[in-house]
């Protein structure tokens, strides 16, 4: 029989002690209406205008636009107190490159999605087993764009309280499901970038996030990377 790690027993046995990330006490989670919550979506109300362009073009010369879009839960929680983002692991079951790998829940579109936001809380649902009220969504970051060329839409939400969650995952797509501490991510030690040659020449860098149980890299990296700069200013120094 399959079985799958939750956070709760998992996470708190190889939790470190590390130093305060600076500006932490600005994130707050407790209330999807804080100030924190009223920021992030007047920031990032702007980024929905690309989405709608993209879909009335995409249908206007391909006449539907469902599967060239995918979306991400870039989901921000709470654990003993302390700000933390919610991951999973892929299962090494499932077929592709990205098995194993650490990941936010998400997928591509499906017709019956309204748009990008319902995408990602639909994914939440099926792979989490937990429901996201579209009340909990702080917006949609820009877009980015995964090696096959697809554009994914990173959705950041507030699910809440760890503690008071009760997952159901899939287990055929989710292998753990585990948060990293706001503090560890943004320690100096656990951060850092990862550089690529194409040829024999540079080609592209990609954060990289380290030192916790799993490793953080890929477009989950670059989605975490893109959201730290957003709600924690100092990030970006």
């Known amino acids: ?29 407790n209330e999807s209406n804080s ?21 009335v073009r995409t249908s206007q010369s391909q006449g539907n636009n469902q599967g060239r879009w995918a979306s991400i839960l870039v989901s921000l929680c709470s654990e003993g107190g302390e700000p933390a983002f919610l991951f999973t692991l892929r299962s090494s079951m499932l077929k592709g490159r990205h098995k194993g790998d650490v ?14 936001v ?11 087993g937990i429901n996201v009220s579209t009340e ?3 917006g949609v970051l820009k877009p980015l764009r995964d090696t096959s060329g697809m554009l994914v839409a990173p959705v950041l939400a507030n699910v809440g309280r760890l503690e008071e969650l009760s997952f159901k995952p899939n287990l055929a797509e989710v292998e753990e499901i585990f948060s990293l501490s706001l503090s560890h991510l943004c320690d100096p030690q656990n951060c850092g970038y990862t550089h690529f040659r194409t040829g024999d020449k540079y080609g592209y860098t990609l954060p990289v996030f380290r030192n916790g149980k799993h490793r953080v890299w890929g ?13 924690i200013p100092s990030h970006l120094q």
């Open 136 to 138: 909990s969504v702080w």
């Open 118 to 128: 319902a995408t990602a809380l639909r994914e939440a649902r099926e792979e989490l």
């Open 219 to 231: 477009l989950t990296a670059v989605a975490l990377d893109r959201t730290l700069k957003l709600l």
């Open 1 to 29: 029989m399959q079985s799958v790690v939750l956070l709760g027993r998992m996470f708190r046995g190889s939790q470190l002690v590390f130093s305060t990330c600076p500006l932490r006490a600005q994130v707050r989670l």
């Open 35 to 55: 100030t924190q919550a009223r920021w992030c979506r007047r920031n990032l109300a702007p980024n929905l205008k690309i989405y709608n362009v993209e879909k």
């Open 103 to 116: 990941s936010f829940a998400g997928g591509k579109s499906d017709p019956s999605d309204s748009d990008v």
